[in-house]
């Protein structure tokens, strides 16, 4: 079965600043996709950004990129010009491939609290 | 507009009943699902369907029930027999893909149950 780790259960960032996020994931699979959403105080899951194993280019959505080394197991989200409204807990998740077998099911990381400080 | 909607946002239950939360989509996606949210957790798939009248167990089903008896509802039956239901439902749905990001997971606002 996969796991998902994230080792950082709170971060905080000054305003306008840079913050990364980690995540490590262990699967036996070689094709996959990685995801990082959003919940805000609302608790609403908000999709920030994903990316597909198979491609080496590592995503990229305005203020938000990852860093996806797929050796060594690893999915880091880097938050640049940080917001106010950056403030959420930021959950990493797998999915496998295999649709037949998983049915697009997703896996989950404990989550990291990201506080952004005025 | 298009989304997806969860009612009630609070809900309250006496020990011993069932409870139903309700999810609905007008999206046209083909799969839905349930999570369960406990606090300092990530969340956890309870069940899923990729189709009317078809659904799988995740890896806490016991203690609930779903059915899919038309494509835009996905209701989940949260049962006497669960022994620790408080916590934040979250029920999610996406394009029936067979491959790529067509099937990219979209999120309700969720139900937050509580066991008095």
């Known amino acids: 079965a996969q796991t998902v780790t994230q080792s950082q259960p709170e971060m905080s960032v000054q305003e306008a600043e840079t913050v990364t996020l980690s995540c490590t994931y262990d699967?036996?699979?070689?094709?996959?996709?990685l995801f990082w959403y959003k919940q805000p105080p609302s608790r609403q899951m908000i999709l920030v950004i994903r990316?597909?194993?198979?491609?080496?280019q590592n995503a990229t959505e305005n203020r938000f990129s990852v860093n996806f080394q797929k050796a060594a197991k690893s999915f880091s989200l880097k938050i640049s010009d940080s917001q106010l409204g950056d403030a959420a807990m930021y959950f990493c998740?797998?999915?496998?491939?295999?649709?037949?077998?998983?049915?697009?099911?997703?896996?989950f990381g404990e989550g990291t609290q990201l506080t952004v400080n005025p | 507009d298009g989304g997806i909607t969860q009612s009630p946002k609070y809900l309250f239950r006496k020990e011993g009943q069932n409870v139903t939360l309700s999810c609905e989509q007008n999206?046209?996606?083909?799969?839905m699902y349930w999570y369960r949210q406990d606090p300092g957790q990530g969340l956890r798939l309870i069940y899923y369907?990729?189709?009317?009248?078809?659904?799988q167990k995740g890896d806490i089903a016991e203690g609930y029930s779903v059915s899919r008896e038309k494509k835009e509802s996905f209701p989940l039956t949260v049962t006497s027999a669960q022994k620790n239901p408080t916590a934040f439902y979250l029920c999610?749905?996406?394009?029936?893909?067979?491959?790529?990001?067509?099937?990219?997971?979209?999120f309700g606002p969720g139900t937050r149950l509580t066991v008095l």
């Open positions: 999206l046209n996606h083909d799969a």
């Open positions: 990316q597909e194993a198979y491609k080496q």
């Open positions: 999610a749905s996406s394009i029936k893909g067979t491959s790529g990001f067509t099937d990219t997971q979209y």
């Open positions: 998740a797998y999915r496998s491939a295999r649709l037949v077998t998983s049915g697009s099911r997703l896996t």
């Open positions: 699967t036996s699979e070689s094709d996959y996709y």
């Open positions: 369907s990729q189709i009317v009248n078809d659904f």
